[in-house]
């Protein structure tokens, strides 16, 4: 399911669009055609299963819950019931 197609128009940049094996979709620009071409490779090396749905979650969960702890820590937070400060 690999595929990868680089275009530029003039005066334009190169674009690289790339699709790796799980069929995960990728779109880049760049100035020069050899850092398009390292960048598809980069993404095929690299590539990785799709996230599922709960493993999103657990992302967003984190980060959210980290933003909350940062907030705590800078003192942002003035304790307010909904926290909307």
């Known amino acids: 399911m690999r595929d990868f197609k680089i275009t530029k128009k003039d005066g334009e940049f190169y674009n690289a669009e790339v699709t790796d094996s799980y069929g995960n979709k990728f ?8 850092e398009a ?5 980069y993404i095929w090396k690299n590539e ?3 996230q599922t749905q709960a ?7 984190n ?6 702890k940062l907030d ?10 909904d926290n909307l400060d």
């Open 55 to 61: 493993e999103k979650d657990e992302s967003l969960s």
């Open 63 to 68: 980060a959210i819950w980290g933003c909350i």
């Open 27 to 34: 779109q880049n620009y760049f100035e020069h055609a050899h």
């Open 37 to 41: 071409n390292d960048w598809v490779h």
């Open 48 to 50: 990785a299963p799709a």
């Open 72 to 81: 705590e820590k800078l003192g942002l937070l003035k304790g307010n019931r």
